[in-house]
């Protein structure tokens, strides 16, 4: 499976839009890129996933490079329940596939 | 509403004596697995479950073993447990298909601490 890499943390003005990159400079052809977040030390919350177009739902967008060696999740307002662990995977669409969770980035919104 | 449900929430148990956490789901999903969260190191997957009767190991099943007798239930067994073992487990569930077609829901947690 293809490694991901995203910064340990950072910080986000309450209301700006909150920017998260991730690298996946090894993912294949058949990969997408997935995000999902934790709040706290709750359960795991899925965001968004896309192939190789851009992606926007209700509570993100995600860019992906033409390349498909990184991608960014945009959270255009953030707001302080923001705050959270976002994780960035990369996965096949197989049923049987397991999702390998990395450290993720530690968002922290600031008001 | 859709859930996951994992009890107990919270269990603080000795060594060796066997234990059992429950996991739930009322959405007619076919995927079950469990995950163990320890600092530092991510998510890791326990062992997973495609289908009633269908189990498979993970990536640290070590000392835990699964059932999937019923579709909406997948227990999670420590039958001799160890202090290794204290850590934050998830529960979690998503229909039969790709990824991409069905995001996985997560269960609340259980802390687990083995003394």
């Known amino acids: 499976d293809a490694k991901t890499t995203q910064p340990t943390s950072m910080d986000c003005a309450e209301g700006r839009a909150a920017n998260l990159p991730c690298n996946h400079s090894?993912?294949?052809?058949?990969?997408?890129v997935y995000w999902y977040r934790q709040i706290h030390s709750q359960g795991p919350q899925y965001i968004i996933h896309?192939?190789?177009n851009n992606e926007t739902n209700e509570m993100a967008s995600l860019i992906i490079t033409e390349d498909r060696k990184s991608s960014t999740l945009i959270l255009p307002h953030a707001t302080l329940r923001d705050t959270a662990v976002y994780y960035c995977?990369?996965?096949?669409?197989?049923?049987?596939?397991?999702?390998?969770f990395g450290p993720g980035t530690r968002l922290s919104v600031l008001p | 509403e859709a859930q996951v449900t994992q009890n107990p929430r919270y269990l603080i148990t000795v060594t060796g004596k066997k234990l059992t956490v429950t996991c739930s789901q009322n959405?007619?999903?076919?995927?079950m697995s469990w995950y163990r969260q320890d600092p530092g190191l991510g998510l890791r997957q326990i062992y997973y479950?495609?289908?009633?009767?269908?189990?498979d190991k993970g990536d640290v099943p070590e000392g835990y073993k699964v059932s999937r007798k019923e579709k909406r239930n997948f227990p999670l067994i420590l039958e001799s447990p160890s202090p290794n073992q204290t850590s934050l487990y998830f529960c979690?569930?998503?229909?039969?298909?790709?990824?991409?077609?069905?995001?996985?829901?997560f269960g609340d947690g259980t802390r687990l601490s083995i003394l």
């Open positions: 979690a569930s998503r229909m039969k298909g790709g990824l991409t077609r069905q995001p996985q829901h």
């Open positions: 090894t993912i294949s052809g058949n990969e997408y």
């Open positions: 896309g192939l190789k």
């Open positions: 995977i990369v996965s096949p669409d197989n049923y049987g596939q397991n999702f390998v």
């Open positions: 959405m007619n999903h076919e995927y």
């Open positions: 479950s495609m289908n009633v009767e269908v189990t």
